[in-house]
C-alpha cells in the first residue's frame, strides 16, 4: 500500500520504552504529523504514560497485549518501530517482515549468528525496507569528517584508531541492560554503533577480527536481585544512591530508569558485560582499524571518535569535543572545524536519523543506514564476542 502523500505518517510501534519515544520525538519534531495509531507492549501502565509524554493526543492510539494482535491491522498503519529490549529485535522483526511495513529496528538487530541470519533470510531482497539505529553515522560531526576522508585531501590511508570512553557506563551494570541475555554483551550494545561508523571511514568490507576484553572493577560476588535499597553497604559503596549523589554525577546508573533513588547492585556476581574491551579489524582494501571502548569513564574524561591516518594528512574527530582536525604531513597546516549542533539526541543525530525513516515510510528515499548495514556491524560484534571468548582471530561473516 502506497502512502498518502496528503496524510499523516501512522506509526504502529512495538516496544514503547525510553528510546522508542525519544526517537517518536525526534520523528514528530521533523513531521508534526507523525501520529501513533498503535503499540504492542506487555506494560500497559508504562505504555499509557509514556503515550501521554509523547503528546497528549496519542492517548487514544490502542494498546495491545502482542506485536500478533497487532499486526492483524496491518492496513491501518505506514510503518512499525521496535524499541523492545535487544533479545526481541530479531523476533519482532520477522513478524514485521511478513506483513510488509517500513520499519524501524533498533540496534543492534540481532543478538546471535542464528538471528543473524534468520533475520537476512526473512528479509531476502528487501533489506533496504529496514531503517536501522545507528544515529551516530547522521551526526553531522560525523557526516562532516567522513565527507574530509572521501575527499581524498588524506592521501592513502592505512588506518583508523577509534575509541569511545563512555561516561555513563553505569546504566550497563546498574540497569536492565546488565542482564547479557537480554542484550548479548557490550560489544553488541555499544560497539556496533562504532563499527558501522569505522566500516564507512574504512570504504571497504571487514574481513576478521581480533578482540579481547576486561571485568576489573563490575561484577562480584553480591546476589543478582540485590537493590541498593535492601543492602546493608551503601555507606561504603561507591555506587550507591546517596554516595553518587555526594559525587555529583551518576555515572549512568540511574539512566533509562523512572526511579532516580535505587538501583541493581553492579558488583553481582551474574554480571557478564566487560567494563573494556578492546578490538582490531581487518578490511579488504588493507586498511587495519584499531578499536577500544571503556565503561569506568566519567565526566571530562568522555572521549568518542577516531584518528584516521593517511600519507598526506590525518584527520581527528571527537564527539565530545564536537570538533575535527586535519593535520597536514608536508606543512605545518592544522585545520580545526567545530560543528556545533542542538543536540536532540547521539550529537544531533537523532533527528536526522528520523527524517531518514519517515523517508522511507514516504517513498522518498532509502534509508541512510539499512538492514544490510545493521547486519554487518551485528557480524563484527559476534566475532569481536566470540574472538574474546576463545582468544582467537575471528572472520566476519556476511551481514
Known sequence: MEFDPGGVVRLAVIGLGHRATAMIASMQAVDPGVSIRAVADPDTEGTRRRLETVGPHHAEARVYPSADAMLEDAADYDGVVIGTRCHLHTPMAIKVASVGLPLFLEKPVAISLEEVGALREAFRGRKDEVAVSFPLRHTPLFSKALEVVKSGVLGTINQIQAINNVPY??????QWYRNYDQTGGLWLQKATHDFD??????????????????RRV?????????????????????ESPQNLIRRGDDGGMYQDSDDRTDHWCAF???????????????????????????????????????????????????LAQAEIRIIHHRSDKVERMRMEVEDDGHAGGDLILAE????????????????????????????????????????????
Open 197 to 214: 561508523c569505522i566500516n564507512l571511514l574504512a570504504g571497504s568490507r571487514p574481513v576478521g577480527v581480533a578482540a579481547m576484553e576486561s
Open 356 to 399: 531518514s525513516f519517515l523517508d522511507l515510510v514516504k517513498g522518498h528515499a532509502r534509508p541512510n543506514a539499512s538492514l544490510r548495514d545493521g547486519l554487518l556491524s551485528a557480524a563484527m560484534c559476534l566475532a569481536a564476542r566470540e574472538s574474546a571468548r576463545t582468544k582467537t582471530f575471528q572472520r566476519v561473516l556476511e551481514g
Open 268 to 318: 553481582s556476581r551474574e554480571i557478564e558485560n566487560h567494563d573494556a574491551g578492546s578490538a582490531l579489524i581487518m578490511y579488504e582494501n588493507g586498511i587495519h582499524a584499531s578499536y577500544s571502548q571503556n565503561l569506568l569513564s566519567r565526566r571530562a574524561a568522555y572521549k568518542r571518535g577516531a584518528t584516521v591516518v593517511g600519507y598526506e594528512a590525518t584527520l581527528e574527530f571527537d
Open 218 to 238: 563490575y561484577g562480584g560476588e553480591k546476589p543478582h536481585d540485590l537493590k541498593c535499597s535492601a543492602c546493608d553497604e551503601t555507606e561504603t559503596c561507591p
Open 169 to 174: 557506563g553505569g546504566v550497563y551494570f546498574g
